[in-house]
């Protein structure tokens, strides 16, 4: 009943509509979860509350593990853990990664605050590994997403390098961005 909860409803619905696609794609064909993807779509954490909530009533009334593994699978969610398990879908957090990656060396998120040319809000991140500036990413619509993206643009460049021997050194790699936004990689 609450008039904000309505209108972070309907500004939800309006993002997923957007996105819908792309998240559609992602979770039935992606090799990797939809990290910068989902925070894009910035749904707040009392979506995730209610379906809590949902299955925790249906275990305390029916106490069935069946009945509550029923309601998982009609809201779509078994299918795409199972998807996950046979696929092997990639699951770790970019961040994660880009931490694994890194090793020793610090990473360090930069984020900065700017407009579009239609006035709405855009976040940049910049990435650094040590001393490196390893990408930018431009057109975050929240830090969250930019973050995420950005770390995910960073994990894609450290793999090339490893992959080409050059481990600490720049080189250039062309990030086809998927989602939005400009990124700038070195």
């Known amino acids: 009943m609450s008039p904000e909860m309505g209108s972070e409803q309907a ?36 979506y995730s ?15 069935s593990l069946d009945t509550c593994t029923s309601i998982v699978a009609r809201m779509g969610i078994l299918a795409y853990f199972e998807r996950i398990v046979k696929e092997g879908v990639h699951v770790m957090h970019p961040k994660e990664e880009l931490g694994v990656l890194a090793d020793t060396s610090e990473v360090k998120y930069t984020l900065s605050l700017g407009e579009e040319d239609g006035g709405a809000k855009q976040y940049a991140c910049e990435v650094f590994v040590g001393d490196d500036r ?21 994990v894609s460049i450290l793999r090339a390098r490893k992959a080409a021997g050059l481990v600490g050194e720049k080189m250039e790699l062309d990030v086809d961005n ?7 990689v070195e």
Not at 20 to 34: D, E, F, L, N, V
Not at 50 to 63: P, Y
Not at 134 to 154: C, D, H, N, P, R
């Open 178 to 184: 998927e989602i939005d936004g400009d990124s700038m």
């Open 134 to 154: 390893i990408v930018e990413y431009v057109g975050g619509v929240s830090k969250m997403e930019a973050q995420t993206k950005a770390a995910e643009l960073a």
């Open 11 to 46: 500004d939800t619905l309006k993002r997923f509509t957007e996105l819908q696609p792309q998240i559609k794609t992602a979770i039935k064909s992606g090799s990797h979860y939809p990290w910068a993807l989902l925070a894009k779509l910035q749904a707040q954490k009392f």
């Open 49 to 63: 509350d209610m379906v809590e909530s949902l299955l925790g009533a249906v275990w305390i009334d029916s106490g």
